[in-house]
C-alpha cells in the first residue's frame, strides 16, 4: 500500500523557519493534488495550503507570504517551507496527497494521508 511520511518538525523559536517533508513509497505514477492541513489540540483541523499539480498553489490567509509548496517528483517528496513562524502556527502538520499509484489490486486513485509531525514555535 501508499504510505506517507512526514518529517522535519519540531521546536523553533519565533521568526524561525522549518522545512516539512512528506515522502510517499510505493509506485506514484502521478501527483494530482497536494494538501498542508494542520491541527492544534482542541481545534478544528484547518487546510493551510494546497496545489494541484500544473496550476498555482493556494494558501490560508495566515501563512500566505510565509509557507511555501514545492514537490520532488524524482523523490515522491512534497515540501512545505515555513518561514517566520509565529506562536499561533504551533500545531501538527498533515500532508494529503492525491496520488495515482500501482497497487495489488491494480492503478488506482486516492488520498492518503502522513502521520502528522509536530511544530512548535516559541515566543
Known amino acids: 500500500q501508499v504510505q506517507l511520511v512526514e518529517s522535519g518538525g519540531g521546536l523553533v523559536q519565533a521568526g524561525g523557519s522549518l522545512r516539512l517533508s512528506c515522502t510517499a513509497s510505493g509506485i506514484i505514477l502521478h501527483i494530482n493534488k497536494v494538501k498542508w492541513y494542520r491541527q492544534a489540540p482542541g481545534k478544528q483541523r484547518e487546510l493551510v495550503a494546497e496545489?494541484?499539480?500544473?496550476?498555482?498553489?493556494n494558501y490560508a490567509e495566515h501563512v500566505k507570504g510565509r509557507f511555501i509548496i514545492s514537490q520532488d517528483n524524482a523523490k515522491k517528496t512534497v515540501y512545505l517551507q515555513m518561514n517566520s513562524l509565529k506562536p499561533e502556527d504551533t500545531a501538527v502538520y498533515y500532508c494529503?496527497?492525491?496520488?495515482?499509484?500501482?497497487?495489488?489490486?491494480?492503478?488506482?486513485?486516492?488520498?492518503?494521508w502522513g502521520q502528522g509531525t509536530q511544530v512548535t514555535v516559541s515566543s
Open positions: 496545489m494541484t499539480t500544473g496550476s498555482s498553489p
Open positions: 494529503n496527497l492525491d496520488l495515482t499509484a500501482a497497487r495489488d489490486k491494480g492503478i488506482s486513485r486516492n488520498e492518503h
